[in-house]
């Protein structure tokens, strides 16, 4: 078994790993050839290598090009077992992808017959350039999310310009960057690493037999990452292997209809979440009553916009951060519920503080990622009409409306132009794909999976029933595991049923126990991979 490894270790060994000579020439992308330093080991059971592709697929011979940070797992047992590349994106936009590598290889028995690969797309962590606004956007004890007044409403529109205005001027703008940040040019970026890979076996004598295993291309997205999916069948339809999409996103509404649906979603699971912990009250003392859990978080929002608990570090906006995961992930369920425990009970703010804090305070890159694909991929509605939707929207789904319209507020003065949508079709695909969705999924929407489904024939969907969770696959459940492992062993897909429904019907991912949970050992049941996850869509996907 390939061994575990971290993405911050792949990511320190990445930094100072320049690669030996380039492999020959690939064929051209978009007119540009593409190349792949030679792999180098950069941690256990890890090589690491550079992909250099042009900064304008438009636009190749201006001599602007885009470095992107690789990692591989690489295949065991017999050249004649090989089936190609497998690569993997976490999602986001954002998200780092080169730890993915090790974990996808540790968790999937029949990943062992391919290369599994992890990429940073462009402008994310180690690939070069990498967007950074401004580290200290999210701070503390920020003013209420909800613009109960005109200065509220002014604060926060100048407070995103200003955001946007950073970005404009960081260092990857000026390189000219920004521009070219949507997810068609990732997708291109992902057909040119399948072109230069092969073009590497194919020079070599060692591997050249493997060559022909990468006329197609295999894919393991998660969230964000199962569009740049869509988004690249539908660019290459002739090149889709076997690809597994892991909280489906649906292309017809991403991303302003997305956001929508996810202020209605979170503010459902976040309900659920507290009828769990109304179900656990010998655990956290918060009461028998789940309406009377969500009326006194309410209030508590208001108490804190009064007078902000953990030294003045803890306001609404950041309570109402901590706890968004647990609209998104039961993980951390456990840990949440002690954390808000703590402080309903005894004033205690400071673990809500650090959930806040590691979840959302430091560098930027996946914030300024996150914007820099969205904004450009498809023009966003005008500001009253996005007022409008948020005053609506919040009378009825209050947990998350306004947190998640200021953080797309940045892009009504992004400094980079709108482009088309990518029409997301389904035709000309053979291949295989694989949809994977929990029903109560808030990121990304059940109905978003079911219209996937729909467009690509030989698409077979995966469902857990009443599940929450957001890219749950690989944590455990036997019913979809199981079925993952034996489609990347042999192509194997479920009966596709007739009609707009799953094809199979799985168990839900099921909360973790609070049997001897403490405050010291709660959230200790996330695995690795999972906190990678998370790390990826957590505050991204929003």
Known sequence: MIA?????AVAASIAGFSGAQAAPAAPAVGGFTPTLSAW???????????????????????????????????????ASSYQGILVANPGGPGGEGRGLAGFLKGSIAGASTYDVIGFDPRGVGASVPALRCNSKYFGVNRPNYVPKTKKLLTYWLTKTKRYAQQCGRSSAAVQGLLPFMTTRDV??????????????LASNVLTASKAPKLDALNFYGFSYGTYIAQVYATLYPTRVGRFVLDGVVDPTRWWYGGNIEQEIGFDRNINIYFKWLAAHNKTF????????IRKGYYAMLKKLDRRPAAKKRLGPDELNDALVSAGYYIYDWVAIGHAYSALVRRGNGNP???MYRDGNMGDDNGYAVYLGVQCSDVKRPTWAKQKADAVRLHKKHPFLTWNNTWYNAPCLKWPAPSRARVNVTGSG??????????????ATSYSGALRVRGLFANSRLIAGIGGTTHS????????????IDAFFKTGALPARQSGRRADVNCPKLAPPSVSGSSRVSAGAWTQPLHRLLMQAQRPSVR
């Open 4 to 8: 575990l490894v971290s993405a911050a």
């Open 187 to 200: 997708a291109k970026d992902v057909e040119s690493l399948r072109v230069a890979y092969q073009a590497q």
């Open 472 to 483: 749950s696959s690989l944590s455990g459940v036997a019913c979809v595991d199981n079925r």
């Open 40 to 78: 180098g080991e950069c941690a256990e059971d890890i090589e690491c290598s550079t992909l250099t592709v042009p900064l304008d697929y438009a636009n190749p011979d201006n001599g602007k090009t885009v470095k992107l940070a690789l990692a591989r797992a690489a295949a065991t047992g017999p």
């Open 429 to 442: 695909v053979s291949g295989k794909i694989l949809l994977v969705s929990e029903t109560k999924d808030a």
């Open 352 to 354: 809500l503080f650090r």
């Open 285 to 292: 003392h918060l009461g028998t009553s789940a309406k009377k």
